[in-house]
T-cell receptor, first 117, second 112 residues
């Protein structure tokens, strides 16, 4: 099973709402990632969790709050978003080699299409 | 700072043609390079992964090559089909946590 599952597939939220995106994988991967992709642009890294600890935050605004409750689950909590935050949010996972190198294949979910109104 | 460039930005070919997509990167200190396919509004499907020590990888009608020293990779698609129409993204892994840096993609259209 090489599947990364993201829910919901589509989300429309107002600027005062609080919502969460969910990502799940059962491949035993110990790194999970959030990427943001605007229309006609490539994905850009937001956060990396390595062994359930936040290891990279690419200077993302605090209205985006990631959480990694366990090694299979990754959440992205959203609060007070702006219309320009509308995008496709992609989750990915990967796993280090026995030597501890992060050079293995990354697997992506189908994304959550977020629209902020 | 690593930069990834893909040429061409868009490509339209008749069915059955063989084609080449190009990817270049500025910093040769990478662990691997991965090619993805993305259909409109969808997630990324991994096509091929090439480790930095490898020269090429093949999967079906797809062949990807890597020249790390010159910072280049190519994706060769043989006997293209309308179902190959999608955006193809090249991504390099040079970070300490396996994070990827993407090119802007090549949008491929294969006409019946």
């Amino acid at each position: 099973d090489t599947e990364v599952t993201q829910t919901p597939k589509h989300l429309v939220m107002g600027m005062t709402n609080k919502k969460s995106l969910k990502c799940e994988q059962h491949m035993g991967h110990r790194a999970m990632y959030w990427y943001k992709q605007k229309a006609k642009k490539p994905p850009e890294l937001m956060f990396v969790y390595s062994y359930e600890k936040l290891s990279i935050n690419e200077s993302v605004p605090s209205r985006f709050s990631p959480e990694c409750p366990n090694s299979s689950l990754l959440n992205l909590h959203l609060h007070a978003l702006q219309p320009e935050d509308s995008a496709l949010y992609l989750c990915a996972s990967s796993h280090p080699t026995r030597a501890g190198e992060w050079n293995t294949e990354a697997f992506f979910g189908q994304g959550t299409r977020l629209t902020v109104v | 700072k690593q930069e990834v460039t893909q040429i061409p930005a868009a490509l339209s070919v008749p069915e059955g043609e063989n084609l080449v997509l190009n990817c270049s990167f500025t910093d040769s200190a990478i662990y691997n390079l991965q090619w993805f396919r993305q259909d409109p509004g969808k997630g990324l499907t991994s096509l091929l992964l090439i480790q930095s020590s490898q020269r090429e990888q093949t999967s079906g009608r797809l062949n990807a090559s890597l020249d790390k020293s010159s910072g280049r990779s190519t994706l060769y698609i043989a006997a293209s089909q309308p179902g190959d129409s999608a955006t193809y993204l090249c991504a390099v892994n040079g970070g300490s946590q396996g994070n990827l840096i993407f090119g802007k993609g090549t949008k491929l259209s294969v006409k019946p």
